[in-house]
Every structure is written in structure tokens, then in C-alpha cells.
């Protein structure tokens, strides 16, 4: 697996801060890990060999009733403090934007673990109780096309949460 800048191998540590652990490889979820830091695998895998995870760019729309604005950006910061890989956020009062990378052995897991992302960190980002309304998820070959066609957005500065 080739890691993003800055990135370590390793599992996440619940209840570690961001600063604590560094940046690191998406905590392994059952049924789809290993074991092995920064590694992805089919749970038939174990008489195969595994499979190494791709990353996967993850764009999350999200909208709802308006909410403070300085509220919506305390927890989107602290889903980016939270999240491994999170790349930027833009927001307005009724809706958001989160982009990120994701390691998944294919597209559908992708995208089913960036369905549950809002949901899983509801609580502990005291986000907004907004639904999904938009998913896209790409390749990072094809993320990487765009941008140097002009059609995706310049790389962020990592961890950036601002308005539109």
C-alpha cells in the first residue's frame, strides 16, 4: 500500500488524540482486516495470501436543518481530529462537504464504510443529526487524472475546515 504524506502504518488506539498517535492507517474494521497495520483483506482471504487495501477518495455531502455556524465547525474539526486521512471540510449552515481518503479492498467497501462515517462519529464530533445526500468515490488514479486535467479541486491543505 503506498501511504499518503505523513501518514504511519498502524492501528488507531481509541481515546488517543491525533496529536498523540500521528497521523495513522485507518483502524482495521472485522471482517474485512488482517490484523497486519495498514492492511486490507477478503475475510476468505486467510487461505489465499491478502490482499493489500487501495485508498479510495471520498467526497460526503451532507445536509439538514441550519446550524450555528460556529458549532458545525467545532465538530467538523473534531471529526478532522478524529479521522485518519481527512482532507478538508466546507460548509454552510444546512449543509457540508468532507473530503478524505479511505483504504478498502474495492469501491463498494469504500463506499459503504463513507456511509457510515457521519453516523459512527455523530456522537463523539457532536455533529449535527444531518443525513447523506450525496456520495461520490473514486479511484486515486482517477482523483489524481482530474486534478492535473483541471476539473478536481488543487490538493487541500491537510485538515482544513472552512465555509463555502
Known amino acids: ?12 488506539s481509541p481515546g488517543r488524540t491525533a496529536g498523540e498517535r500521528g497521523a495513522t492507517v485507518r483502524e482495521l474494521r472485522p471482517g474485512i482486516g488482517t490484523g497486519q497495520p495498514g492492511e486490507v483483506a477478503r475475510p476468505s482471504d486467510a487461505a489465499e ?26 465538530s467538523l ?8 486521512f481527512f482532507l478538508t471540510a466546507r460548509y454552510a449552515a444546512d449543509h457540508a462537504e468532507i473530503r478524505y481518503w479511505e483504504q478498502a479492498r474495492d469501491l463498494h467497501d469504500a463506499a459503504a464504510i463513507a456511509l457510515r462515517l457521519w453516523g459512527e462519529h455523530k456522537a463523539s464530533a457532536k455533529l449535527p443529526p444531518w443525513e447523506i445526500v450525496g456520495l ?5 488514479a482517477t482523483y489524481h487524472q482530474r486534478v492535473a486535467e483541471g476539473f478536481g479541486d488543487p490538493p487541500p491543505q491537510l485538515g482544513s475546515v472552512h465555509p463555502y
Open 49 to 74: 495470501g491478502t490482499e493489500q487495501g487501495r485508498l479510495w477518495h471520498v467526497v460526503l455531502s451532507v445536509a439538514g436543518e441550519a446550524t450555528p455556524l460556529a458549532a458545525l465547525r467545532a
Open 136 to 140: 461520490e468515490v473514486v479511484d486515486r
Open 77 to 84: 474539526e473534531r471529526l478532522a481530529h478524529d479521522h485518519s
Open 1 to 12: 500500500m503506498e501511504a499518503l504524506p505523513g501518514a504511519t502504518a498502524g492501528p488507531r
